[in-house]
Nanobody, 120 residues
Framework: QVQLVESGGGLVQAGGSLRLSCAASGSIFSINDMAWYRQAPGKQRELVAAITSGGSTNYADSVKGRFTISRDNAKNTVYLQMNSLKPEDTAVYYC??????????????WGQGTQVTVSS
């Protein structure tokens, strides 16, 4: 019943910006860590950025200074602001959240993925 729905991907030129959103819905008691991962063709999925329920963040070295993760706890939503995009940022971006559903056990949930393509 819990699901994550991403939006905001697309095609952008190098140097441009995109903002990804991921909203959690369903019977949710609480959400702990939320994160964005990405997977480029032929590569393993990698962590891009993560944020705790208290707002502490960490980033992959490759995106530090360019990407910003944030969240709105009232809306159960996490965002990824991506600036100064590079062709190597091209990937499918996945939202991930550590969620405790009402009356159930904690679990890791994933969104369906959204494509980000950066042209040179």
């Amino acid at each position: 019943q819990v699901q994550l729905v991403e939006s905001g991907g697309g095609l952008v030129q190098a140097g441009g910006s995109l903002r990804l959103s991921c909203a959690a819905s369903g019977s949710i008691f609480s959400i702990n860590d939320m994160a964005w991962y990405r997977q480029a063709p032929g590569k393993q999925r990698e962590l891009v950025a993560a944020i705790t329920s208290g707002g502490s963040t960490n980033y992959a070295d490759s995106v530090k200074g360019r990407f910003t993760i944030s969240r709105d706890n009232a809306k159960n939503t996490v965002y990824l602001q991506m600036n100064s995009l590079k062709p190597e940022d091209t990937a499918v971006y996945y939202c991930n959240a550590d969620i405790i559903p009402h009356g159930s056990y904690p679990g890791q949930y994933w969104g369906q993925g959204t494509q980000v393509t950066v042209s040179s």
